[in-house]
């Protein structure tokens, strides 16, 4: 099964948008997937705020793992990272319309209407399985060797 797909199906099995991509792609650069579900399962949601997609924000930690080295205390060394964050960002948004949950939904799930109404209309099962498609789609043109 390739990344992608493996992905889609973390998030269908039960994982969090960001943590499907997390685990994904952690471990290729040293993150161990149990570290991986952990360290992002709060970021799910837009960060329970529906603030910025979980799958983008999964994929900023993934990108942070691949483009910076040893020396990503000094601005420097995480240069990469962030030129990377930003094109990922940019190229999502370009695709989705947005980088954030709200928007991509269309409704804030941060409430307890807005999460219904993101239940009532499938979109956890539907438009959330496609952002998460997206975003895997758009790490495996970004990381070295994928």
């Known amino acids: 099964m390739d990344s992608v797909s493996?992905?889609?199906?973390?998030?269908?099995?039960?994982?969090a948008c960001s943590q499907a991509i997390l685990a994904t792609?952690?471990?290729?650069?040293?993150?161990?997937?149990?570290?991986?579900?952990?360290?992002?399962?709060?970021?799910?949601?837009g960060m329970r705020?529906?603030?910025?997609?979980?799958?983008?924000?999964?994929?900023f930690m993934v990108l942070g793992l691949a483009k910076s080295g040893a020396g990503s205390a000094a601005a420097d060394g995480r240069q990469a990272a962030c030129d990377a964050v930003t094109a990922f960002s940019t190229a999502f948004g370009e695709r989705q319309g947005s980088v954030e949950c709200r928007e991509l939904l269309g409704c804030d799930i941060s409430t307890?209407?807005?999460?219904?109404?993101?239940?009532?209309?499938?979109?956890?099962?539907?438009?959330?399985?496609?952002?998460?498609?997206?975003?895997?789609?758009?790490?495996?043109?970004?990381?070295?060797g994928k």
Do not use: I
């Not at 705020?49 to 994929?59: H, L």
């Not at 109404?117 to 997206?134: G, I, P």
């Open 6 to 15: 493996k992905a889609v199906e973390r998030f269908r099995g039960g994982c």
């Open 25 to 45: 792609y952690g471990p290729d650069y040293g993150l161990g997937e149990e570290q991986a579900l952990r360290l992002a399962a709060g970021f799910g949601g």
């Open 112 to 144: 307890p209407e807005g999460s219904a109404a993101a239940r009532e209309a499938n979109l956890f099962q539907t438009r959330c399985v496609d952002l998460v498609r997206c975003s895997a789609d758009l790490l495996e043109s970004m990381l070295p």
């Open 49 to 59: 705020r529906a603030g910025t997609c979980g799958a983008v924000t999964g994929a």
